[in-house]
């Protein structure tokens, strides 16, 4: 796909990936629109995106509610005057123990990164035909593709967008809309800022904007899936797949550091 001129709406635009994504597509000549909860942050999103010298807008609004998503398509679509793609960035996470979690929790993170990415899509459909040549760019997690113990909520609900993207992409073959699908490893952004899981146990972050750079190659060679983490985690899918047990015994000996590492890991 050619990126340049292409008019994008990116939800969770106003930090991490989502912020760095919007400035990588931005650079390659594309018209961004971001949203985010706080319109504070939303304001210095955009100031930061206009001072690199691009095209860019956005609305402040949460895309776990009906309202936040009507404002984001709506506003969207007529600042942009269309769509090309629709990139669903936002999410939240809560790790621990799953009878620690309570169920607004749960719940908050079936709205925010399952069921808003499903419903904007569908509601987007109509104008991502209409460019021709558009675009769902879903951002779900590498725990999608490996179950970690103290994630289980939210492995559950990026794996759910990771086929929901597969099968809506098979869906589409042919009438002009592709669906890319990417897998962040830990990736350093405030939504992890709450939690202290390192390399001692598996948690290796890389920056946003390395995440950011991989997205932006995969729109542009119409890629069906990014997924991060190099090597080691192409071993780590292969051995999940292959030898499951060797995987639980591996995490078993994790189990106390990684308990206590993600206890506090809170972003929603």
Same mark, same amino acid.
């Given at each position: 796909?050619?990126?340049?001129?292409?008019?994008?709406?990116?939800?969770?635009?106003?930090?991490?990936?989502?912020?760095?994504? =919007?400035?990588?597509?931005? !650079? %390659?000549?594309?018209? @961004?629109?971001?949203?985010?909860?706080?319109?504070?942050?939303? +304001?210095?999103?955009?100031?930061?995106?206009?001072?690199?010298?691009?095209?860019?807008?956005?609305?402040?609004?949460? @895309?776990?509610?009906?309202? #936040?998503?009507?404002?984001?398509?709506?506003? #969207?679509?007529?600042?942009?005057?269309?769509?090309?793609?629709?990139? *669903?960035?936002?999410?939240?996470?809560? +790790?621990?123990?799953?009878?620690?979690?309570?169920?607004?929790?749960?719940? !908050?993170?079936?709205?925010?990164?399952?069921?808003?990415?499903?419903?904007?899509?569908?509601?987007?459909?109509?104008?991502?035909?209409?460019? #021709?040549?558009?675009?769902?760019?879903?951002?779900?997690?590498?725990?999608?593709?490996?179950?970690? &113990?103290?994630?289980?909520?939210?492995?559950?609900?990026?794996?759910?967008?990771?086929?929901?993207?597969? !099968?809506?992409?098979?869906?589409?073959?042919?009438?002009? @809309?592709? /669906?890319?699908? /990417?897998?962040?490893?830990?990736?350093?952004?405030?939504?992890?800022?709450?939690? %202290? =899981?390192?390399?001692? /146990?598996?948690?290796? %972050?890389?920056? =946003?904007?390395?995440? $950011?750079?991989?997205? @932006?190659?995969?729109?542009?060679?119409?890629?069906?899936?990014?997924?991060?983490?190099?090597?080691?985690?192409? %071993?780590?899918?292969?051995? *999940?797949?292959?030898? &499951? $047990? =060797?995987?639980?015994?591996?995490?078993?000996?994790?189990? &106390? !550091?990684?308990?206590?590492?993600?206890?506090?890991?809170?972003?929603?």
């Amino acid at each position: 796909m050619e990126i340049t001129g292409k008019r994008i709406i990116i939800t969770g635009g106003t930090s991490g990936i989502g912020l760095a994504t =919007a400035q990588a597509l931005q !650079a %390659k000549g594309a018209r @961004v629109f971001i949203t985010g909860r706080r319109p504070d942050v939303l +304001a210095t999103a955009l100031e930061l995106l206009r001072r690199g010298g691009g095209w860019a807008e956005g609305v402040a609004a949460d @895309v776990a509610t009906e309202a #936040g998503r009507k404002a984001t398509l709506d506003a #969207g679509q007529q600042t942009l005057g269309g769509l090309d793609i629709l990139i *669903n960035n936002a999410g939240g996470v809560r +790790a621990g123990r799953l009878e620690d979690t309570s169920e607004a929790e749960i719940r !908050a993170m079936i709205e925010v990164d399952l069921v808003a990415p499903i419903l904007l899509a569908r509601a987007a459909l109509p104008a991502l035909r209409a460019s #021709g040549d558009g675009l769902i760019v879903d951002i779900t997690s590498g725990i999608a593709l490996i179950g970690m &113990p103290f994630y289980a909520t939210y492995a559950a609900v990026k794996a759910g967008l990771a086929r929901f993207g597969e !099968a809506l992409r098979r869906e589409l073959k042919g009438e002009g @809309v592709h /669906v890319l699908t /990417v897998y962040p490893g830990a990736t350093d952004t405030p939504m992890m800022q709450t939690s %202290k =899981a390192g390399p001692d /146990v598996g948690f290796v %972050k890389e920056p =946003a904007t390395a995440v $950011a750079e991989a997205i @932006v190659d995969g729109i542009a060679t119409d890629a069906f899936e990014v997924i991060r983490g190099g090597e080691a985690r192409a %071993k780590m899918i292969a051995t *999940n797949r292959e030898n &499951p $047990a =060797a995987l639980d015994e591996r995490f078993l000996g994790l189990k &106390p !550091a990684l308990a206590e590492a993600v206890r506090g890991h809170s972003a929603l």
